[in-house]
């Protein structure tokens, strides 16, 4: 059997038939850029986040930089954020001229630790931006609560996160603004590029709205360089189509992940995400990661623990994995502290040694709301028999 670690091909089978309709629609209308689809779809995604104002963009990635224009945030400025995250989350504060500040994370959870953000904070801080990594909300009571006493805006990192709530409340709801990626492996997915920003200030709505359109609040009038970023129609129908089942497909990935929770607790040297996330309502599990913390299981595939070192004990367990059938993807191998892109900013190895660790030890096993109970079990099965004795 093999496993991918994402497939969309049981969705696709599913709901093909609607996108294609939708897609036809759009195609008879003459209108792919703008118009009713998109309008409709920003409409539906403001009302699932609960925020007043839902603008579409091109990706996630323009989301952070047009959330972090629209607060005028820029050169000299500094932006508190984690550097365990895709590398877009830092690529968006230098785009925009300012400077990324990474704290570390809590082993925990993988998020930013709460409790070193104001010791980052310097009088060029105008703005923290968490990120709600692999689906998980950061505690955003606490982190507004630091926010508010400092002065700071909040740019919520959502890519991962959609469907995600922090106490009954959807996350992108919280700060200034959410930032949202629709990219295809995404909890809700585009046919390609896609994102949006949530707000509930209507002159933030307004300026992000403006910035992505070329800087224009009406037709050749410019009042700002801004960018090239809009939501194309084709993309707004289908995510029109699967706005619609993103609870459905959320609770089918928190009973996998209960189900790996379940299985797999017995097994010593593997970190699993912690038991109080079963009944966690908040974590829509867009990955599932885990940690390979010894190298126990090397015994069976006669590697002496001399040869292990760093991070090979996980690569040769997702080497094992695949050998029977099993993908994972590493979320991410290199911190982006570490990336050379930023070697000017003077972080050396060692500056966040609790990210640099995790860092080298984590692999996602499959997850995707239609992984069968049948493929859930191989994998499972998989993983006790590298670790038998």
């Not at 082993?107 to 968490?130: C, F, S």
């Not at 507004?144 to 400092?150: G, T």
């Not at 299985?263 to 974590?283: A, D, F, Q, R, V």
């Not at 599990?285 to 006669?302: C, G, H, P, T």
Request: aromatic share 8%; net charge negative; glycine share 6%.
């Amino acid at each position: 059997m093999q496993i991918p670690p994402f497939s969309l091909d049981e969705q696709i089978s599913e709901i093909g038939d609607q996108i294609e309709e939708a897609l036809i629609k759009v195609f008879r209308s003459g209108k792919y850029i703008g118009g009713e689809e998109v309008a409709s779809f920003e409409e539906a995604f403001a009302l699932a986040i609960q925020t007043s104002y839902s603008v579409s963009c091109n990706s996630g990635t323009d989301a952070l930089i047009l959330a972090l224009r629209s607060l005028n945030i820029g050169e000299d400025d500094e932006v508190i954020t984690s550097s365990f995250s895709f590398f877009a989350t830092a690529e968006a504060i230098t785009s925009v001229g300012a400077r990324p500040v990474f704290v570390d994370i809590d082993p925990e959870n993988y998020l930013m630790d709460l409790g070193l953000i104001e010791k980052a904070i310097t009088p060029r801080t105008k703005a923290i931006l968490p990120v709600h990594l692999f689906g998980h909300p950061i505690d955003m009571d606490k982190l507004m609560a630091i926010a508010q006493e400092n002065n700071l805006k909040v740019i919520e990192d959502c890519a991962q996160a959609t469907g995600s709530n922090w106490r009954g409340k959807p996350l992108g709801s919280y700060g200034n603004v959410g930032c949202f990626s629709f990219f295809p492996t995404k909890n809700l997915g585009a046919a390609g590029d896609a994102g949006a920003v949530t707000t509930n200030d209507f002159d933030l709505a307004k300026t992000i709205k403006e910035l992505s359109i070329h800087g224009m609040p009406k037709r050749y009038l410019h009042t700002n360089i801004g960018y090239n970023s809009r939501l194309d129609s084709l993309q707004a129908a289908i995510l029109n189509v699967k706005l619609t089942r993103l609870n459905k497909w959320i609770e089918q990935r928190k009973e996998i992940a209960i189900n790996y929770i379940n299985k797999l607790s017995m097994i010593e040297g593997i970190k699993l995400p912690s038991n109080t996330l079963i009944n966690n309502s908040g974590h829509s599990w867009n990955q599932f990661v885990i940690r390979i913390m010894d190298n126990s299981f090397v015994q069976n595939i006669k590697i002496t623990s001399e040869d292990i070192s760093d991070n090979q004990n996980r690569d040769i367990f997702k080497s094992e994995l695949q050998r029977r059938g099993v993908s994972t993807i590493i979320y991410y191998p290199i911190p982006i502290h570490l990336q050379p892109a930023y070697k000017d900013l003077g972080y050396k190895e060692g500056s966040l040694p609790i990210t640099e660790k995790i860092c080298n030890e984590v692999i996602s096993l499959p997850i995707f709301p239609e992984l069968k109970a049948i493929q859930q079990s191989y994998v499972i099965d998989k993983i006790k028999e590298i670790y038998e004795k």
